[in-house]
């Protein structure tokens, strides 16, 4: 969706909206003349300024009061520890803001209510008459995007009243509102990490919150907090302990220390009985429909993260296209999630590959006469034919798609297999760029063991393979971007490359020579070359001795 739609949505909900300077909250428009509900001249001013952020008046001009959680300065636990004071906040509105923050959205009270400033809180601001919020999908001035909670949005969930207390709070007079300060330091080092993260979900379960709630709060918190960082299991283990040893509602903590349960060490006896249990269920395999890839590694497995990281023009893309159209052929369910092309364009490009037409020729119309009639009454209905209608390619919102959202889609759609194009472009926050990497690589590795799918992630490689002396410029493990964080997530590691792609020729050959190298194997064979031959034209990899007799030839690039 472009910005003039929010807009357009924001103005039926009978919010005020107004431009603002790009990457800023900063409005182009007097301030004195306020937002408009006029779509026409919405229209005109984003027409004007196509880069545009969107703000939202708020106040009785658009009947919303806006609670804006700053994240940067203690806003998160300043409400933490309102709502153990108080009560947990209605469901409402919320929007996620570029900084790590949120913006509550609640309906205009019966009173008078103007904006503040910490009053209730440290980093804990209200946005009432005189004042505006900037709003999705508006850009920060880091670069990330504004969006509305997926759970949570403004389409499904209805705006609530203020809760009382947090009316009561409002309509003191103007001191700072103090709350008890956090002892814990910035960040919880070794040593502090359980004991404070343990503390935060006994807060919330005290409060009656949802255990998905308390689990998501603290793998953030366990991110942006802990250093470094614990694995997500041990997590999930403290979250496990407090709402299953603990009544809800209950006061957990008093004068006592709190005391986590750690998992007992397994002994011999009980590890080798339950290895003779999975024995009898060895690891299955989703076939990709290529023989080198089948016979050496199985397939994908189920269960396990593959990795397929390459430079551009390596045919990631098209190859793992084609692995899910031979997978959904083969009779299994299938989600591709692509976050750079659109359905339409991955669609497009699988029937010119059946064709062999290039796009640019297709483009410019420079095509044998009956092509248009050939692709709709041939290669669509061959296309149909052979899918049965089992591949669903999810191409919504990709600036905003995150793990979050895979899972609920995994969930909803319950796939054999599941392919990401790709990893970089997923929305999932931290401040440091490798550590976002990782950590989205260990939920989709979690998400794929709990779910026993297999799931497939691209990914590109840097730039060190092009300035490789070698002649080959094979790529290695550390080429992945990101490479040490994602190592370690990732149980298998394919990295492909062309060969000719390095080699300064005015024509490439129709039929290029592909390696793709399994750097890394946590389930089988390692040090392995695949070996296949990629038919630009046809979009398509095959084994040497597969290839067609039309493209047997001097136009092979051996």
Not at 57 to 83: F, N, P
Not at 317 to 327: G, P, S, V
Not at 456 to 476: F, I, Q, V, Y
Request: aromatic share 8%; with cysteine.
């Amino acid at each position: 969706m472009k910005t003039i739609d929010f807009a357009k949505f924001y103005i039926e909900k009978g919010w005020q909206v107004l431009p603002l300077l790009p990457r800023d909250k900063k409005p182009l428009v007097p301030w004195k003349s306020g937002g408009s509900t006029d779509i026409n001249t919405v229209t005109g001013w984003f027409d004007m300024w196509q880069n545009a952020n969107i703000g939202i008046v708020t106040g009785k001009r658009s009947s919303i009061v806006v609670l804006d959680v700053d994240a940067s300065h203690g806003g998160k636990e300043s409400l933490l520890q309102l709502m153990d004071l108080y009560g947990v906040l209605p469901e409402t509105p919320i929007a996620h803001t570029g900084g790590g923050g949120m913006h509550y959205i609640f309906s205009y009270p019966d009173f008078e209510i103007k904006n503040t400033v910490g009053k209730i809180g440290a980093g804990l601001d209200i946005r009432a008459d005189g004042g505006q919020i900037c709003a999705p999908p508006s850009t920060h001035p880091n670069g990330k995007i504004y969006r509305w909670d997926e759970h949570l949005k403004p389409s499904q969930t209805p705006v609530a009243p203020l809760p009382m207390w947090l009316v009561k709070l409002l309509k003191q007079p103007n001191e700072v509102h103090q709350v008890q300060k956090d002892s814990e330091a910035d960040f919880y080092e070794l040593g502090t990490r359980n004991s404070a993260l343990a503390s935060l979900a006994g807060t919330m379960h005290k409060r009656r919150m949802a255990k998905e709630t308390i689990m998501l709060a603290l793998f953030s918190e366990n991110e942006k907090r802990c250093n470094p960082p614990l694995e997500e299991n041990e997590v999930a283990n403290i979250v496990e302990s407090i709402t299953t040893r603990y009544p809800a509602g209950k006061a957990l903590f008093g004068e006592a220390r709190v005391s986590i349960a750690i998992q007992k060490p397994t002994s011999s006896d009980e590890g080798l009985t339950q290895l003779k249990d999975e024995l009898n269920n060895p690891p299955s395999f989703v076939g990709t429909g290529l023989g080198n890839w089948d016979d050496k590694l199985g397939g994908l497995a189920r269960g396990y993260l593959t990795l397929l990281a390459a430079r551009p023009g390596m045919g990631k893309t098209t190859l793992a296209l084609q692995i899910a159209r031979n997978a959904a052929a083969m009779g299994n369910k299938v989600l591709f999630v692509s976050l750079e092309m659109t359905g339409s364009e991955l669609w497009l490009k699988a029937a010119l590959g059946i064709a062999e037409i290039s796009l640019r020729d297709y483009s410019l119309g420079e095509v044998p006469a009956g092509t248009k009639d050939r692709l709709q009454n041939t290669v669509v209905p061959e296309l149909m034919g052979a899918l049965g209608n089992r591949l669903f390619i999810y191409d919504k919102d990709q600036k905003n798609t995150t793990t979050e959202i895979i899972e609920k889609l995994i969930d909803e759609q319950k796939p054999d297999v599941v392919f990401i194009d790709h990893l970089a472009y997923l929305a999932d926050e931290h401040e440091n760029e490798i550590k976002r990497l990782g950590l989205i690589c260990r939920r989709l590795r979690s998400v794929a063991n709990e779910k026993k799918i297999a799931l497939l992630l691209l990914h590109h490689a840097n730039r060190s393979t092009d300035d490789r002396k070698n002649a080959t410029k094979e790529p290695r493990m550390s080429d992945v971007r990101g490479s040490g964080e994602i190592e370690q997530a990732a149980d298998v590691i394919l990295m492909p490359y062309i060969p000719a792609n390095y080699d300064m020729q005015e024509e490439k050959p129709r039929v290029s020579l592909t390696y793709v190298p399994v750097v890394k194997n946590r389930i089988g064979q390692v040090g392995i070359h695949l070996v296949f031959y990629f038919d630009g034209l046809g979009q398509w990899f095959y084994r040497k001795n597969e290839l067609p007799e039309r493209l047997l030839g001097k136009d092979i690039e051996a």
